[in-house]
Each structure stands twice: as C-alpha cells, then as structure tokens.
C-alpha cells in the first residue's frame, strides 16, 4: 500500500488546514491510520489515529480539541483538518498505517513521504 499525502502549505496562526492521506491498494479493515509530524531537529511524534473499521479516534493532547481526523473508506482517504493552527505545529506531516491501535511509530510500517505545514506569526 502506498500512501500520499497532500494539502500542506504555509498559513498564519489561527489559520486552518487540511490534510488528506490516499491509500493506493486495500486497505484491510484491521487497519490503522496515523498521522504524525516532525519539525526540524526534533523526533517524529505521534499526531492523531483513526481505526479504518470502527472509526475510533486518538488525539496527542498538543491537537486535541484543534485537529480532526477522518475517513472515507470507499476512497481510501484519510483526512486531518486542522484549525486554529500555532507555530509550534510547523512540521512535515506524515501518513501512516499499522495494524495497532497505538501513538507509537514502530507500529507502522506503510508511511508516506510527508507534506510540510509551516505556520507564521
């Protein structure tokens, strides 16, 4: 399965954005599908999830209450809106899919090429 990712840009604070990851391929209903982020110097970390089946969710407490994620399953698109966007969510922001319910990135083991999201006071 490959992923791509798109909708990134550079916006102003309290701006909002929204991301879209397409699955080429099947994506089993076991399936997990992260969203993660890296910013210069810093390690990957863990964004948002959502089970392709049930549609159970997982936020990071950095996004909560901020971000969305979604799906459509028929289109193998998973979707991160994010609104009310702060500096310290600038990062290239990657698709991922695992089959574990979980914020940790060994999880995963399809991941996309990332979209960069700059955010400007």
């Known amino acids: 399965v490959q992923l791509v990712e798109s909708g990134g840009g550079s916006v102003q604070v309290g701006d909002s954005l929204r991301l879209s990851c397409v699955a080429s391929?099947?994506?089993?209903?076991?399936?997990?599908m992260g969203w993660f982020r890296q910013a210069p110097g810093k390690e990957r970390e863990f964004v948002a999830l959502i089970r392709w089946h049930s549609g159970t969710t997982l936020y990071s407490n950095s996004v909560k209450g901020r971000f969305t994620i979604s799906k459509v399953n028929a289109e193998n698109t998973v979707y991160l809106q994010m609104n009310s966007l702060k500096v310290e969510d600038t990062a290239v922001y990657f698709c991922a899919r695992g089959s574990q319910y979980s914020s940790d990135t060994r999880e995963y083991f399809n991941w996309g090429r990332g979209t960069q999201v700059t955010v400007a006071s």
């Open positions: 391929g099947r994506v089993y209903s076991s399936s997990v």
